[in-house]
């Protein structure tokens, strides 16, 4: 038994011009609501980001080329990167060795 349609209100498919106009209006301004997305940035950071943006692809083709850092700078990124795999396979300090590690974030 479908009791949705039970509650229905009797819909007349003639009606005035007038009313008409104004359900026309009334899902216009509905769809517009749906179709536009909420406003995310405001104006100021708008732009902001189209000034970066315009800078990023400007900037490069203006300046001069830069040399090379220096070798000890290079070696910085691989520093750390080594820090990090060293410290992501050392065994933790936990003294129980048949306890599972996940459990924890589960």
Same mark, same amino acid.
């Given at each position: 038994?479908?009791?949705? *349609?039970?509650?229905?209100?009797?819909? @007349? $498919?003639?009606?005035?011009?007038?009313?008409s106009?104004?359900? /026309?209006?009334? #899902?216009?301004?509905?769809?517009? *609501?749906l179709?536009?997305?909420?406003? @995310? $940035?405001?104006l100021?950071s708008l732009?902001?980001?189209?000034? /970066?943006?315009? #800078?990023?692809?400007?900037?490069p083709?203006?300046?001069?080329p830069l040399?090379?850092p220096?070798?000890m700078?290079?070696?910085?990124?691989?520093?750390?990167m080594?820090?990090?795999?060293?410290?992501?396979?050392?065994?933790?300090?936990?003294?129980?060795?048949?306890?599972?590690?996940?459990?924890?974030?589960?």
């Amino acid at each position: 038994m479908d009791v949705g *349609r039970n509650n229905r209100k009797n819909i @007349s $498919f003639q009606s005035s011009p007038e009313k008409s106009k104004q359900e /026309l209006r009334r #899902s216009f301004s509905s769809q517009k *609501r749906l179709m536009i997305p909420a406003n @995310s $940035f405001s104006l100021e950071s708008l732009v902001l980001l189209v000034g /970066l943006t315009a #800078s990023l692809l400007i900037l490069p083709l203006v300046l001069p080329p830069l040399p090379p850092p220096p070798f000890m700078l290079l070696l910085i990124p691989i520093g750390i990167m080594v820090l990090l795999m060293v410290l992501a396979f050392m065994p933790s300090s936990d003294s129980k060795p048949n306890r599972d590690v996940t459990c924890n974030f589960m």
